[in-house]
């Protein structure tokens, strides 16, 4: 039952586009940042394969230029 | 942030989104996501929030926590608060989750044949009173001991110093504060004659260069790094990055300058002459403001029992200084220290313009060395050479790892040489002490006993046979503790453990009490830049949870003192505090009343006229000053900073063929000290599970290491195996490995060397021979 946040960095003049591409997957919530180009997004699936997916699915929307988990970090254990 | 602990989901994904937000707070300073976090709060709910200062490090953030039907349920930065201006890192955001661990200690136990049972806390403390009585009588008042930490609230200090330094006569009452900044004190008390930093994190406005004397800020002290990276934003600051390993701090940094490890002395000494050589010195205020002195070299390492050392300073002139400084041309400093002589310059340069404000900044490494009192020394050599100090943005500062490590330990004096106002050595000290504590002054001892490895060591060898740890867990911090863990287990030996959830300290208990934590008791904390924070008690303690004040209150009383500890249980909080600040009367150090820390988010001493002092012994702004000049080095009865001659020499274990790389320990931006807390936050503990090696690219893929291999480390004390990590997080130099040591599961320090620096008696946990074999 992952849970993951992430950061997502919007390409120039493209947060809105991206803000919506995002709000139209339903296992993401977005929570754009009032005063910066930045996005954070919440992801809720129900297994590590769903998760996978989905995180596909978001690498692949062009407006987005950097996606970085920030929940679990980059901890160095795998 | 509202979390609701009836819905783990729910509060998951809050928590989830408190790490992103921190995360980005921590890239981009000044963000919002304020709607966001209105939009969490609980609709129509009850949320009472209530001020106190973080629990985890020294910074002292300020936190306002959301309590809701008698449970803390969220937390978010105080806006109000002056250290973090409403940010919170990682762990601050998560903190109040580290209340409600599945196995908190709720009930005091005691250890029969081998095994705990439960027992009621009167039970508990008659014993524990009962044993301190028969250790007394039969090896001595000096066979029993308290070791606290930075940890301990103010009033837990000062109780636990009048008990056994005033009461009982013994001046065995230590804290792991020894571990992780006691040569910043000596570093204070040398070179100024009067502890703890001169400036504040207001310097951090003012200042135009940030120099990080190995300091990892942006995973140590985040919020205050991320205050850098909003100045660099807004003016242009430069900030340089002086260490051995490269981490996210030389990254983030405008410049990484890598030295090999113990060569800061040679460096530090090499800037002093550069600024020599190039005009920079600023006479008038040396002139003034200073004395030159050298210290006795060659002093050992302190690696022997009982070792001893006493420093003999001498006078000596600006020519002798200079005279000495030849040795430290940047080109010969080049040579041993792997930093370049145009490196060094360049780091010269900025502290020598009389157009830049320069903050330096350090914490464990320069304070754990065997060399760390001269090391402190010598970057205040160059803050007094150029007379970049006492004034905003000039400022050397000296940053700490415990909520308490400047209030409890420094201020109330909870170590073997320490009074609340003074030193044991001192008769008049001693005497004013007595008179607070209302016990005669021949009780407190003139010499100090054991300072915290010789206390461990004693307690090895029978000397001690009583310790009484709270707040603190000795067993994953203590270098060399394979020692140390034995030595405990030894039959005679009776240990009291404190603490709020199981450790490897107290596997090794013969009694557990339970602790209140934080926020479920009243206390107040001091942090790095002399800020007294007060926080109510805010929920109700877990079980039979009581504070570790209390507990020091009844043990006393059952030990006679009833007299001495007259306080009333509903209102002893005030009058610890209302007694303690007797002690600290006059200009110098003058605590705030009670009324305002509860009041205001927090203030700094001396606080004279209703005012908190931010620069000392600047006239223009320390009331204490008196000399009709600008500044005033009032600590040293000639009102004068010494400048010290410290040599560079070489760690006592240096890497060979048996043993061909430097091991380094240290932290992780999720675990705070031995992660006994942290590690029981879901959230955090999945980021960063377990301990690991992180070893140098390059060598690595020569070695056919990779990310998650097992390793073993082998040093002259054992060995222990751990996963590999490479090119993550933080990149060594070749020859260089780095251990973090918050894992109780793989203790580096059963293999870490328990060497301290012979004036302070911090060990060193940054430098040790080790051997890397792929398993």
Redesign the interface.
Known sequence: ?P?????AHPHEGKKSELVQALTSISSCEV?P????D?L???T?TTNNTEDNILKEKIEAIESLKLLAM????????? | MYTSLTNR?EF??K???M???T??AT??P???????QEKNLPKGGNLDWKKAPCRFCGVGCGVLVGIDNGKAVAVKGDPKSPVNKGLCCVKGYHSVMSIYGKDRLTKPLVKKNGKFVETSMKEALDLIASKMKETISDYGKDAVSIYGSGQWTIPDGYVASKLFKGCIGTNNVEANARLCMASAVTGFMTSFGIDEPMGCYEDIDHADVFVLWGNNMAEMHPVLFSRLLDQRLKRGVKIIDFATRTTRTSMAADKSIIFQPQTDLAVANAICYEIINNGWVNKAFVEKHCNFKKGLTNMGYGLEDKYNFNDKPEGITFEDFKTFLQDYTPEKVEKVSGVSAKDIKYMASYYGDPNKKVMSLWCMGMNQHTRGTWINNLVYNIHLLTGKISEPGNSPFSLTGQPSACGTVREVGTLTHKLPHGVVTNKEHREFAAKIWDVPAENIPAKPSYHTVEMFRALDRGDIRFMWIQVTNPMVTMPKLKRYRDACEKEGRFIVVSDIYPTPTTDIADVILPSAMWIEREGMYGNSERRTQYFEQMIQPSGEAMSDTWQIVEVAKRLGYEKQFYYNEATHIEEIYNEYRRHHEGNKHAMAPLEVLKAEPGAQWPYVNGKSTKWRFNAEYDPACSNGEQFHFYGNKDGKAVIWQRPYEPAPETPDDDYPFWLCTGRVV?HWHTGSMTRRIP?LH?????A?V?LNPEQAKEMQIR??DQVKLTTRRGEIIL?A?VN??GVPERNQVFVPFFDENMLINDVTLDAFCPISKQPDYKKCAVKIEKV
């Open positions: 039952m849970i993951k946040s992430y950061l929570i940042a009032e005063n910066n930045l954070i997004v919440i809720e920030v929940s679990g970090f980059d901890t160095p254990i795998k | 989901r998951l994904k928590m989830a989104i790490s992103a937000m995360a980005a890239m981009f000044g963000i919002l996501f304020a709607e966001e999720e959230v999945k980021a960063m599970p377990h690991y992180e990310t998650g996963p990590s993550e997080r």
